[in-house]
């Protein structure tokens, strides 16, 4: 079961800025980093921000991320077709002794 | 580079038991955390169980936990998933993921998954 909650979906036209929000609780958002995945269609997640803020080698610097308290957010600028995709949060949680997810957001390019 | 293949899907009956298993292709296998987590068809993700680096620590989510276990092979590189009891509500896509070197250090890779069908 889900953890952290995220709005189901959100849109955007190409170039413009997205963000996207993941709430969660003093267990896990509030003693942990966020870690954000993006799922395109039929295939894997794939890494796209550690630590809050932190982007793996190779993902552009159009993606940004922040935590705040029990909140974190990813964001999208300059947002182009190819960003079409399910994005998750993730962060591990002190009670479950593992990581919970994010339920997940689809972001739409219009 | 790492690469990891997921093998052992399938459909099953409910109750009956299946183990997946997960080749990695990863410099230092050993050092790592491995981690197993399921997406059922259209839904989000669901970690399952973690192994860590010495195979010491196993986690599982509450939905699985006291029907699944967790096994590593140090010298084969193989991360392994025994699903028993299972049920219908275990039918997903099933991923194995490198963690880092702690438990709670970021789920890095994934591999393409194996599909676990449950249904009579």
């Known amino acids: 079961q889900s953890v952290l909650t995220q709005p189901p979906s959100t849109s955007g036209t190409p170039g413009q800025r997205v963000t996207i929000s993941c709430s969660g609780g003093?267990?896990?958002?509030?003693?942990?980093?966020v870690n954000w995945y993006q799922q395109l269609p039929g295939t894997a997640p794939r890494l796209l921000m550690y630590?809050?803020?932190q982007r793996p080698s190779g993902v552009p610097d159009r993606f940004s991320g922040s935590k705040s308290g029990t909140s974190a957010s990813l964001s999208i600028s300059g947002l182009q077709s190819d960003d079409e995709a399910e994005y998750f949060c993730?962060?591990?949680?002190?009670?479950?002794?593992?990581?919970?997810f994010g339920t997940g957001t689809v972001v739409i390019v219009l | 580079q790492v690469r990891l293949e997921e093998s052992g899907g399938g459909v099953v009956q409910p109750g009956r038991s299946l183990r997946l298993s997960c080749a990695a292709s990863?410099?230092?296998?050993?050092?790592?955390?491995f981690h197993w987590v399921r997406q059922a068809p259209g839904k989000g993700l669901e970690w399952v169980a973690l192994?860590?680096?010495?195979?010491?620590?196993?986690n599982f989510a509450d939905s699985v936990k006291g029907r699944f276990t967790i096994s590593r092979d140090n010298s084969k590189n193989m991360v392994y998933l025994q699903l028993d009891g299972l049920r219908p509500d275990d039918t997903a896509l099933y991923y194995c993921?490198?963690?880092?070197?702690?438990?709670?250090?970021?789920?890095?890779?994934w591999g393409q998954g194996t599909l676990v069908t449950v249904s009579s």
């Open positions: 192994i860590s680096s010495d195979g010491n620590t196993k």
């Open positions: 990863t410099f230092s296998f050993s050092d790592y955390t």
């Open positions: 630590s809050n803020n």
């Open positions: 993730a962060a591990w949680d002190d009670s479950l002794q593992g990581f919970v």
């Open positions: 003093s267990s896990n958002l509030g003693s942990y980093t």
């Open positions: 993921a490198r963690g880092r070197v702690t438990i709670f250090g970021v789920v890095e890779f």
